[in-house]
């Protein structure tokens, strides 16, 4: 079955960019139906959508994150990254990949998720 | 923007059922999908599309989605349900939303 593996530094300094990538395994990420998604969640607190990104390229991106968040994927290498700028403490959180199923313009759901990487920003 | 609003926890007695419910302006409306995520691990989707269990997921779970809230309901509540619970909408203008969480304390 589809399994989504987070990775990249553990550790960012404030006003730097963090970037981490996502790698795919079990499944191609260029079949149709899926958004490819990455979702944060601070320490003690809910979940917060930062963004998806289609195998083609097309995104849709968090309002409130939309100026700092850049998305891509490589489809060669079955992988998706996430790229935030401009960093503070506020960012500090789990960050998950994770698939997101998109049946119909108005429905959507998560699964699998990968297993979440602590990114702390601090200098 | 587009809000969800789910109590911050929820009790309940082994073998009873378990609600827990998320609000939003015309819930009814959106798909909801619900997330379990149990201590130190990944969520997991328990419903997806209001009303639907994924293989695997046992039939206690349930939900239901109309008017303002939907409710995702737990029979028969066991002591490995207990763990933090998600819900989770499509906006048009905000796209993805999730609820701030319920933790459900099975005592």
């Known amino acids: 079955q589809v399994q989504l593996q987070e990775s990249g530094p553990g550790l960012v300094k404030p006003s730097q960019t963090l970037s981490l990538t996502c790698t795919v395994s079990?499944?191609?990420?260029?079949?149709?139906?899926?958004?490819w998604s990455w979702i944060r969640q601070h320490p003690g607190k809910g979940l917060e959508w930062i963004g998806d990104i289609y195998f083609s390229g097309g995104t849709y991106y968090n309002p409130s994150l939309k100026s700092r968040v850049s998305l891509s994927v490589d489809t060669s290498k079955n992988q998706f990254s996430l790229k935030l700028s401009s960093v503070t403490a506020a960012d500090t959180a789990v960050y998950y990949c994770?698939?997101?199923?998109?049946?119909?313009?108005?429905?959507?759901?998560?699964?699998?998720w990968g297993q979440g990487t602590l990114v702390t920003v601090s200098s | 923007s587009y809000e969800l609003t789910q109590p911050p926890s929820v009790s309940v007695s082994p073998g009873q059922t378990a609600s827990i419910t998320c609000s939003g302006d015309?819930?009814?409306?959106?798909?909801t999908s619900w997330f379990q995520q149990k201590a130190g691990q990944s969520p997991v989707v328990v419903i997806y599309q209001d009303t639907n269990r994924p293989s695997g997921i046992p039939d206690r779970f349930s939900a239901s989605n109309s008017g303002n809230t939907a409710t995702l309901t737990i029979s028969g509540t066991q002591a490995m349900d207990e763990a933090d619970y998600h819900c989770q909408a499509w906006d048009s203008s905000t796209y993805v939303v999730f609820g701030g969480g319920t933790k459900l304390t099975v005592l």
């Open positions: 994770a698939r997101d199923r998109r049946p119909a313009a108005n429905a959507n759901w998560f699964d699998p």
């Open positions: 079990g499944g191609s990420i260029s079949i149709g139906g899926y958004y």
């Open positions: 015309k819930l009814g409306n959106k798909y």
